[in-house]
């Protein structure tokens, strides 16, 4: 599998400001994932990102709030904006794996995101 | 729309003691599923998964699942559980749309083994 990192690991950000979070994969993949796990509850999907393409936001979040990028196949940054407590979450990365995995996503370990 | 059911929300056991961790889907389709663990700390990772073929799968530190299709159901077992299995564990299920699969997950469930 794919080894994912990102960066930062965690952060205490105050309400209005932007966090944009770093993911880097040591391979290429075709698709990455931006995914939200809020605090006691299970990863919601916020968006996938295919290279060379705009992001594809799932119902509930939007551009303007999460604001993706994808500039290559192994890296992708998802921003958090105009940040309010509510956005206080791990937001993880994933991606496909390869080969014979390409079914099976597999996860970083996560930025944990606490605003004030 | 797709929903993955986790019936406990959290498991207290001893050791050596007997797992089973429910999970139900709710769609018709051809379905991809999975069970993902995430260890104090540490980052989620693949426990299991089950495409096709024989509908028992075995995964990682002794764990299981059955796949039932009769009952929309995958749950996750192990015969005797360690104090190094205290975890949560999410089921998931693929969803494929706008040409891609997206994973639907369940709530969780927060096991704690005690010594």
């Known amino acids: 599998s794919a080894v994912i990192s990102q960066k930062p690991s965690r952060d205490i950000c105050q309400r209005g400001t932007s966090l944009t979070i770093q993911c880097q994969v040591d391979?290429?993949?075709?698709?990455m994932f931006w995914y939200r796990q809020q605090p006691g509850q299970s990863l919601t999907l916020i968006a996938t990102?295919?290279?060379?393409?705009?992001?594809?936001?799932e119902s509930g979040f939007v551009i303007d709030k999460f604001p993706i990028s994808r500039p290559n196949l192994t890296f992708s940054t998802l921003t958090v904006s105009n940040m309010s407590p509510e956005d206080s979450s791990i937001y993880l990365c994933?991606?496909?794996?390869?080969?014979?995995?390409?079914?099976?996503?597999?996860f970083g370990p996560g930025t944990r995101l606490t605003v004030l | 729309a797709q929903s993955v059911s986790q019936h406990n929300h959290h498991v207290i056991l001893s050791e050596a003691a007997s797992l089973e961790l429910g999970c139900n889907y709710s769609?018709?389709?051809?379905?991809?599923l999975f069970w993902y663990v995430q260890y104090p700390g540490q980052h989620l990772q693949l426990l299991l998964k089950?495409?096709?073929?024989?509908?028992l799968v075995k995964g990682i530190k002794g764990f299981e699942a059955e796949f039932i299709k009769s009952k929309f159901s995958f749950n996750l077992r192990k015969p005797s559980v360690q104090w190094s299995d205290t975890a949560e564990y999410f089921c998931?299920?693929?969803?494929?749309?706008?040409?891609?699969?997206?994973?639907?997950f369940g709530a969780g469930t927060r096991l704690a083994v005690h010594p």
């Open positions: 994933s991606v496909e794996g390869s080969g014979t995995s390409t079914d099976t996503q597999y």
């Open positions: 391979s290429q993949v075709t698709m």
């Open positions: 990102a295919n290279q060379g393409s705009e992001a594809t936001y």
């Open positions: 769609y018709g389709g051809t379905v991809n």
């Open positions: 089950y495409f096709s073929g024989d509908p």
């Open positions: 998931a299920v693929t969803r494929f749309s706008g040409g891609y699969n997206k994973l639907i």
